[in-house]
């Protein structure tokens, strides 16, 4: 797949506005950025992104249930995230990751674009789940806790310090149904083909989303070479998680990805390649759209809608997930 940059195109003016007022220089392909950001949202809600992403106004948070706490929600402040109720937002300079809680492992910091993927993922008692890249620990923890530490959660991270760093922080937490495997997630499903009852792939990603203008150092290795280099990884995570995979089973590809190149064209790959189904997502929150069906010219598969992308909005970053099965 290419990305190709031909000649600039017109930006919508409130998106243009926002480039000047928001974007910073030091953005790699700033132009290019936006440019593909109205052609995914439209230059109206484009421009309302860019905004956004000159904001950082709440932090959230859950209870863990795994970690034994008289703590009720209404104690620490803040209010239900709309559409989440066991997750609270609170202002984003609210001391609460630093509150005694947090250090203990009794509630976890977590956007709540990052829980609702567990949400619909959906894991269930005494299964067995993979979190293909699991670190640094937050999905796998909302995995844990929702199986109540049934069952086995498989967590793979290559890295050797953030796999270090993963192991700490989940068993900080309470959990005790996890394995860890340092090793590199596209080897996986040939070694354990058809094992899992669910499995999460939140994909490496060129983090576009969680780009923040005043903070330079989130944006400054991003480039369209690097969606390109990314994409490739991707496709190869995706085609090993869904090998690993049982029939009938639940796989969930997510990123914090504004690319369609690392979204629907890796999850478009995988159901050209393979006999694999996109299921829809319920209850998708208020700020999201349906997945591209079309883009750059090509005509992706039909059931790319029944994916969906969060916009960035609020506590929420951005993000996007596809829902995928392997028939029986």
Not at 24 to 39: I, M, T, V
Not at 110 to 130: C, G, I
Not at 259 to 265: I, R
Not at 305 to 317: E, L, T
Request: aromatic share 8%.
């Amino acid at each position: 797949m290419t990305i190709t940059q031909s000649a600039q195109p017109v930006l919508d003016a409130a998106l243009l506005q926002a480039l000047q007022d928001c974007v910073p220089s030091g953005l790699a392909d700033r132009h290019a950025f936006c440019a593909r950001l109205q052609k995914i949202y439209g230059g109206a809600q484009a421009s309302i992104i860019l905004r956004n992403m000159s904001m950082h106004l709440y932090r959230c948070y859950w209870l863990n249930p795994l970690q034994p706490s008289r703590l009720r929600a209404g104690e620490l402040g803040g209010e239900p995230v709309a559409g989440l109720t066991e997750v609270y937002q609170v202002p984003v300079d609210h001391p609460i990751a630093h509150h005694p809680a947090a250090s203990a492992g009794a509630i976890y910091i977590q956007n709540p674009s990052s829980y609702f993927a567990v949400k619909t993922l959906a894991p269930a008692l005494n299964e067995e789940v993979l979190d293909l890249a699991a670190a640094p620990g937050g999905k796998t923890l909302a995995i844990a806790a929702r199986m109540q530490n049934t069952g086995r959660v498989a967590a793979v991270e290559p890295i050797r310090g953030r796999f270090h760093r993963m192991q700490a922080n989940l068993r900080r937490c309470g959990v005790s149904n996890v394995q860890f495997y340092q090793r590199d997630g596209r080897g996986v499903g040939r070694a354990v083909p058809e094992r899992f009852d669910r499995v999460l792939l939140d994909a490496p990603c060129s983090s576009e989303s969680r780009m923040r203008w005043q903070e330079a150092r989130s944006f400054a290795h991003w480039n369209l070479r690097k969606v390109r280099e990314t994409q490739r990884k991707q496709k190869s995570l995706l085609r090993s998680a869904y090998a690993a995979l049982k029939p009938g089973g639940v796989l969930l590809y997510c990123t914090c990805s504004f690319a369609p190149e690392e979204n629907e064209l890796v999850v478009d790959a995988l159901l050209k390649k393979s006999d694999a189904l996109l299921l829809p997502i319920d209850n998708a929150p208020e700020n999201s759209i349906s997945g591209l069906t079309h883009w750059l010219g090509r005509d992706l598969a039909s059931e790319m809608s029944r994916s969906v992308r969060i916009m960035p909005d609020g506590p929420w970053d951005g993000f996007y997930l596809a829902r995928i099965t392997k028939p029986q």
